[in-house]
């Protein structure tokens, strides 16, 4: 199992076989080893050469090493095994998919 880490440390999801979870232990997609798929099997994001791109090809972020850089070059996070640039994009999915998520004003 390959933890990734936010910018703080905890825990914000992990990867076990080729499934997704948040933090949360829900699903939060899929992979297959280069690509990303969201919780519906829809394509989300790919890797490549030190870059994690959207499906049109932007690149949305970069690693190096244990630690994923945003394209403005803000830290995002890490990983816990040998950083490779597939937990980098699942960090990315994760805080998309918070970004996104609908909030509630009481």
């Known amino acids: 199992m390959e933890r990734v880490y936010d910018s703080r ?13 948040d933090g949360d232990n829900r699903i939060a997609g899929y992979t297959d080893g280069s690509m990303i798929y969201d919780a519906y099997r ?44 597939l937990l980098g994009a699942i960090l990315l999915l994760l805080l998309l998919r918070r970004a996104f998520r609908p909030r509630f004003i009481f």
């Open 42 to 85: 829809v394509p989300m994001a790919y890797v490549g050469d030190g870059y994690v791109y959207t499906m049109d090809g932007m690149p949305i972020g970069q690693y190096r090493g244990y630690n994923l850089y945003d394209m403005s070059g803000s830290y995002l996070g890490y990983g816990n095994q040998g950083f490779r640039g």
């Open 9 to 21: 440390g905890r825990v914000y999801g992990y990867v076990d076989e080729d499934v997704i979870y």
